[in-house]
């Protein structure tokens, strides 16, 4: 798995896919979870090699999947696509580890600005 996209809305979910494959990452395998829970299962168990994640989410809030993750030391590159924009939720993010943090709404510019250090097409 190339990408794992974490969140509770299969609405945003599609709408993430949709800009990725405009941002010219159609060619990557994608998988999806709908809660934080689930994505830490398959981060352990398909390894993707950046995960892309709501905050605002039922089970797991998107930082607590943070911190789960890289409490494993796993280092994948994690990202956030929320509508949470306060300074205090971005610093948040980075001082737990986050490599990215894409504010809703958001353009395939936007996706391809913070992917493209992470990922190739």
Known sequence: MDILLV???KTMRQLVKRALRQ?????LQIGEAGNGAEALSMVQAEQPKLVLSDWNMP???GIDLLKRVRGQNCQVPFGFITS???????ETAMKEGASF???KPFTPE??????APHMSK
């Open 7 to 9: 969140d509770d809305s």
């Open 59 to 61: 089970e797991m809030l």
């Open 84 to 90: 949470e924009s306060s300074e205090d939720i971005r």
């Open 110 to 115: 936007n996706i391809d600005a913070a992917l």
């Open 101 to 103: 943090f894409i504010t």
């Open 23 to 27: 941002a010219g990452y159609e060619n």
